[in-house]
């Protein structure tokens, strides 16, 4: 699928990855707004959830645009250098990039770091027990895949968003 008749700029580059940083910041938003209308309920939202949604703003837009740096913009250098500009390729780079980097995260890296403590370290949710002794239960592998797949469809959005305002057709510029 090389799509070499599409070209792109510094500016449109810049721009597309501060889009993309706050289109995936809102989506954390609206997922806090919606976890928290269905824990607490609309009323407690509309009183207290607004000022916390501006700190859930501004923390997942820092983290967004870090992960975007260091993930998305190599990747999507290299894509860009090997002519494969096509929008479902950024589709699918998102995801699969969202869905790598989100369940790395909430697993401490596939359980690669160590534990914080010696201690014992139990959590669980309805379904059953999430974490014995600091280790994932087949249960909390479960949970965390559920969790980055959730996120893995806004990385598919925020991708799209950033391959939209990057990406022109070479025969929609006018010709000089």
Do not use: C
Request: glycine content about 8%; aromatic content about 18%.
């Amino acid at each position: 699928m090389r799509t070499a008749n599409y070209v792109t700029n510094r500016i449109r580059v810049i721009s597309s990855l501060a889009t993309g940083t706050a289109v995936g910041a809102l989506l954390i938003v609206f997922w806090y707004i919606w976890g928290a209308t269905q824990q607490f309920g609309v009323q407690y939202v509309l009183d207290y959830g607004w000022f916390t949604a501006l700190y859930v703003f501004i923390a997942a837009f820092v983290v967004w645009a870090i992960g975007l740096t260091i993930f998305a913009l190599p990747l999507w250098w290299l894509f860009h250098r090997i002519q494969l500009r096509h929008w479902l390729i950024a589709a699918a780079i998102g995801a699969a990039m969202t869905l790598f980097v989100g369940f790395a995260i909430e697993t401490r890296f596939f359980e690669l770091i160590p534990p914080p403590s010696k201690g014992t370290y139990y959590a669980g949710d309805s379904g059953g027990l999430t974490i014995i002794n600091h280790r994932r239960t087949p249960h909390g592998w479960w949970v965390a895949f559920r969790d980055a797949l959730m996120l893995d469809f806004g990385g598919s959005l925020v991708a799209l968003v950033i391959w939209r305002i990057a990406y022109r057709r070479n025969d929609d510029l006018p010709s000089q």
